[in-house]
């Protein structure tokens, strides 16, 4: 079946770190993979996608890529800030429709 | 454009009560879908609503949850009657075709059945 895999949490990070949140997925076809973000008191922000192999989602300087060989879609950022401080979740769609959630990445940056 | 509005924002209830989630979508979006997220764990999909009609009702739990959208615009969830492990997070959202493929997501309904 259709999952999606994502690292345990939570990340704790200084300011400016470097950050990576790792996401695996297993699908049948060839899926669409999303990076959804919750703030504090939020609701999920569509952060990034991508809905091809080798595609690269970008937005707010954070980065991921489609990675067909290694069934991987991991989340990046050069330098985090405070600000960046949320759940993550990468989430995959397939032909029918419905998103497929991991279960979030808490990430806490520390100034 | 206003986006995905759900209400109430917060339900404490007991066990064996019924409560109504309700989800306004953006306007001019046929695909609406319900989500939830219990104790921590991943997002589930619960259904999927193409104007009024269900699409997918795979992600239903069972039959104490009944979703409808009449007239093809809001929707509401109903719990009847609730039980514990109903507590969570009820998230909405919709897109407008599914060639779009981006679902636009609530702030969700945060449930917690006592």
């Known amino acids: 079946g259709n999952s999606v895999t994502q690292m345990e949490g939570p990340v704790t990070l200084s300011e400016e770190a470097f950050l990576t949140i790792n996401c695996t997925y297993t699908?049948?076809?060839?899926?669409?993979l999303f990076w959804y973000v919750q703030y504090p008191g939020e609701g999920l922000q569509l952060l990034l996608k991508?809905?091809?192999?080798?595609d690269k989602g970008s937005n707010k300087g954070f980065e991921a890529t489609y990675r067909k060989e290694t069934t991987s879609f991991h989340l990046e950022k050069g330098s985090v800030q405070v600000s960046d401080s949320a759940v993550y979740f990468c989430?995959?769609?397939?032909?029918?429709?419905?998103?497929?959630f991991g279960t979030g990445t808490r990430l806490q940056v520390f100034p | 454009e206003a986006g995905v509005t759900q209400f109430p924002s917060h339900s404490v209830i007991e066990k064996g009560q019924t409560v109504t989630l309700r989800c306004d979508p953006i306007?001019?979006?046929?695909?609406l879908y319900w989500y939830r997220r219990v104790m921590g764990k991943e997002i589930k999909f619960l259904l999927h609503?193409?104007?009024?009609?269900?699409?997918?009702e795979s992600g239903m739990p069972n039959n104490r949850f009944l979703a409808e959208r009449t007239g093809g615009t809001y929707s509401t969830l109903k719990v009847q009657p609730a039980e514990l492990e109903d507590s969570g997070v009820y998230f909405c959202?919709?897109?407008?075709?599914?060639?779009?493929?981006?679902?636009?997501f609530g702030p969700g309904t945060r449930l917690l059945v006592l």
């Open positions: 306007s001019g979006h046929d695909n």
């Open positions: 989430a995959l769609r397939t032909y029918t429709d419905k998103l497929i």
């Open positions: 609503f193409v104007k009024e009609s269900k699409q997918d």
């Open positions: 959202a919709s897109s407008r075709d599914r060639s779009q493929e981006t679902q636009y």
């Open positions: 991508a809905t091809k192999a080798d």
């Open positions: 699908a049948t076809g060839y899926p669409s």
